[in-house]
Protein backbone atom coordinates (compact mmCIF):
# COMPACT_ATOMS: atom_id res chain seq x y z
CA UNK A 1 0.00 0.00 0.00
CA UNK A 2 1.08 3.57 -0.79
CA UNK A 3 1.37 6.27 0.96
CA UNK A 4 -1.68 8.35 1.17
CA UNK A 5 -3.98 5.40 0.67
CA UNK A 6 -6.49 4.10 3.37
CA UNK A 7 -5.65 0.39 4.53
CA UNK A 8 -9.31 -0.78 4.11
CA UNK A 9 -10.57 0.55 0.62
CA UNK A 10 -7.37 1.87 -1.37
CA UNK A 11 -8.96 5.45 -2.02
CA UNK A 12 -6.67 8.25 -1.30
CA UNK A 13 -6.48 9.88 1.73
CA UNK A 14 -5.79 13.75 2.41
CA UNK A 15 -3.21 14.58 4.86
CA UNK A 16 -5.20 14.80 8.62
CA UNK A 17 -6.86 11.53 7.07
CA UNK A 18 -9.98 11.98 5.41
CA UNK A 19 -11.09 10.55 2.77
CA UNK A 20 -10.84 11.92 -0.47
CA UNK A 21 -14.51 12.93 -0.57
CA UNK A 22 -14.69 14.99 2.57
CA UNK A 23 -11.71 16.92 0.92
CA UNK A 24 -13.34 17.30 -2.25
CA UNK A 25 -16.82 18.70 -0.15
CA UNK A 26 -14.16 21.15 1.89
CA UNK A 27 -12.74 22.21 -1.36
CA UNK A 28 -16.18 22.68 -3.32
CA UNK A 29 -17.00 24.71 -0.13
CA UNK A 30 -14.24 27.09 -0.27
CA UNK A 31 -15.07 27.38 -4.37
CA UNK A 32 -18.57 27.75 -3.73
CA UNK A 33 -17.94 30.87 -0.97
CA UNK A 34 -15.51 32.72 -3.45
CA UNK A 35 -17.09 31.98 -6.58
CA UNK A 36 -20.47 33.06 -6.80
CA UNK A 37 -22.57 34.37 -9.40
CA UNK A 38 -25.82 35.49 -7.14
CA UNK A 39 -27.40 38.71 -8.74
CA UNK A 40 -25.77 38.03 -12.60
CA UNK A 41 -27.51 36.88 -15.55
CA UNK A 42 -25.62 34.32 -18.17
CA UNK A 43 -26.52 33.83 -21.40
CA UNK A 44 -25.56 30.89 -22.62
CA UNK A 45 -25.99 29.95 -27.15
CA UNK A 46 -25.96 26.83 -28.05
CA UNK A 47 -27.95 25.82 -23.99
CA UNK A 48 -29.76 22.55 -24.91
CA UNK A 49 -27.17 20.23 -25.24
CA UNK A 50 -23.45 19.10 -24.84
CA UNK A 51 -21.14 21.93 -23.60
CA UNK A 52 -23.66 24.65 -23.65
CA UNK A 53 -25.87 22.76 -21.40
CA UNK A 54 -23.03 21.65 -19.04
CA UNK A 55 -22.33 25.68 -18.75
CA UNK A 56 -25.75 26.53 -18.73
CA UNK A 57 -25.97 24.13 -15.53
CA UNK A 58 -22.63 25.23 -13.90
CA UNK A 59 -23.27 28.80 -14.40
CA UNK A 60 -27.03 28.00 -12.08
CA UNK A 61 -25.33 26.21 -9.56
CA UNK A 62 -23.41 29.19 -8.77
CA UNK A 63 -26.24 31.10 -9.02
CA UNK A 64 -27.14 32.68 -12.05
CA UNK A 65 -29.93 33.57 -14.06
CA UNK A 66 -29.18 31.51 -16.67
CA UNK A 67 -30.76 32.93 -20.69
CA UNK A 68 -30.69 29.90 -23.18
CA UNK A 69 -30.53 30.49 -26.76
CA UNK A 70 -30.78 27.39 -29.29
CA UNK A 71 -31.92 24.93 -31.74
CA UNK A 72 -34.40 22.96 -31.52
CA UNK A 73 -36.55 23.66 -28.63
CA UNK A 74 -37.38 20.59 -27.23
CA UNK A 75 -33.75 19.84 -25.38
CA UNK A 76 -33.51 23.30 -24.35
CA UNK A 77 -36.73 23.31 -22.51
CA UNK A 78 -35.12 20.43 -20.85
CA UNK A 79 -32.21 22.17 -20.00
CA UNK A 80 -34.55 25.56 -18.85
CA UNK A 81 -36.52 23.17 -16.59
CA UNK A 82 -32.65 22.02 -15.25
CA UNK A 83 -31.86 25.04 -14.50
CA UNK A 84 -34.62 26.48 -12.52
CA UNK A 85 -34.29 23.18 -10.38
CA UNK A 86 -31.11 25.14 -8.85
CA UNK A 87 -33.37 28.04 -8.03
CA UNK A 88 -32.74 30.05 -10.78
CA UNK A 89 -34.65 31.45 -13.71
CA UNK A 90 -33.94 30.40 -17.21
CA UNK A 91 -35.67 32.20 -19.52
CA UNK A 92 -35.09 30.13 -23.37
CA UNK A 93 -35.53 31.15 -26.84
CA UNK A 94 -35.33 29.21 -30.31
Aim: aromatic share 6%; net charge negative.
Amino acid sequence: MSAGESEWSGRPRDEDGRGASEATERIRKTVNDRFSLAGKVAVVTGGGTGIGRASALALAEYGADVVLAARPPEPLAATAREVEDFGQRAPARW
